[in-house]
């Protein structure tokens, strides 16, 4: 089982920034679409932002504007930088990768285990 590796996630007050990252191990050879999706208490979990191998991006429309998704395919890692921060910003967000391949091994889709992101007014 390959594991996704989240970090940047934290208290900030409106207005502010963070910028989240997560990580697949170096082992793998090629990650088709990687995105962000996030989770508020009572709510079911929607997606943020997602970007393909290729580059192309797809944005909530709450966050457009405000959030930026990037990737290094070299890395094997995807970012997000959320500047502009308001509380409906307030969740858990989940990094989300789509065909992991390594020698051997696929995966379809795989998560995250969720990063707090707390925005204060």
């Known amino acids: 089982q390959v594991e996704l590796v989240e970090s940047g996630g934290g208290l900030v007050q409106a207005g502010g920034s963070l910028r989240l990252s997560c990580a697949a191990p170096?082992?793998?050879?090629?990650?088709?679409?990687m995105g962000w999706y996030r989770q508020s208490p009572g709510k079911e979990r929607e997606l943020v932002a997602t970007?393909?191998?290729?580059?192309?991006?797809n944005y909530a429309y709450s966050v457009k504007g405000r959030f930026t998704i990037s990737r290094d395919n070299t890395k094997n890692t995807v970012y997000l930088q959320m500047n502009s921060l308001k509380p409906e910003d307030t969740a858990v967000y989940y990094c989300?990768?789509?065909?992991?391949?390594?020698?051997?091994?696929?995966?379809?889709?795989?998560w995250g285990q969720g990063t707090q992101v707390t925005v204060s007014s």
């Open positions: 989300n990768a789509k065909g992991l391949r390594r020698y051997g091994y696929y995966a379809d889709n795989t």
């Open positions: 970007i393909t191998s290729g580059g192309s991006t």
């Open positions: 170096v082992s793998i050879v090629s990650i088709d679409d």
